[in-house]
């Protein structure tokens, strides 16, 4: 599928609540929700801003679990659906679900503890957007980016999912891209920890994924991890905010 027909399904899925559940569910093998909640051990403090909200199933997530959450989405038809499944759920002000753009966020400076982003598109690399990330999060805050995941050829259903996501993303966005880099990423130590639900974490120094979000530009500290399970592996990338030092004062 060349670039300029995956934009344009991308782009109607995004106008589409019932395509855009429909896609973000049977071609991913109903894991999406999964890797989407993997944010939520990784969120420091209480006050959230999700970037991009989709149909808000993150944000009821974290209204669930008590955190201020508010999210800004970009499209109208997305701002409605998340709105109606906050009502539905009835949980929260809908009005904190806000239609508006990543590269100019409508709040103040240091308003919040994390930021959180699954599976974003383009504007993730944008220079504009990490700026703004870094001018609302408080110090010692965090970005948590789950920028992409892929299913494993296991079983019987999981390796025709996996061409079909091949040939909507291409090759390169998913096995292919892993296995190009599973030789350069085995030359450096890395921290694993297991979980208890049989999921494991690899802090990976260096990571292929992440490297064109500009952390670094706008003093983000990068840290890279891969969570894998039998079934598939997730990529996140966070970026940390300096914190305050030790006894001084916010201005």
């Not at 753009?101 to 982003?117: E, M």
Request: proline share 7%; with cysteine; hydrophobic share 40%.
């Amino acid at each position: 599928m060349t670039p300029t027909i995956r934009k344009w399904l991308f782009e109607t899925l995004y106008r589409n609540r019932y395509l855009y559940r429909f896609a973000s569910t049977v071609p991913f093998a109903g894991q999406w929700r999964v890797w989407q909640r993997l944010v939520l051990p990784r969120i420091r403090g209480m006050e959230v801003l999700e970037l991009g909200c989709g149909l808000g199933d993150l944000q009821i997530d974290l209204r669930k679990a008590s955190y201020q959450s508010r999210a800004i989405e970009r499209s109208p038809q997305m701002v409605a659906a998340a709105r109606d499944t906050l009502r539905w759920h009835k949980l929260g002000d809908p009005a904190n679900i806000i239609l508006g753009s990543a590269q100019a966020l409508p709040f103040g400076d240091a308003s919040f503890d994390t930021v959180v982003s699954t599976f974003p598109s383009e504007y993730i690399y944008d220079p504009n957007t990490i700026a703004e990330v870094e001018r609302v999060l408080r110090p010692g805050g965090r970005l948590i980016v789950v920028e992409g995941a892929n299913l494993l050829p296991v079983g019987f259903l999981q390796p025709l999912l996996v061409l079909l996501q091949m040939l909507v993303y291409g090759p390169a966005a998913l096995l292919g891209r892993r296995k190009q880099n599973q030789v350069e990423e085995n030359k450096v130590p890395r921290t694993q920890t297991t979980h208890t639900d049989g999921t494991i974490t690899e802090v990976v120094p260096d990571a292929w994924f992440g490297r064109n979000i500009p952390l670094e530009r706008f003093d983000l500290q990068r840290r890279s991890e891969v969570v894998r399970s039998r079934r598939w592996e997730v990529y996140i990338t966070i970026g940390e905010k300096t914190p305050w030092p030790v006894g001084s004062k916010e201005s």
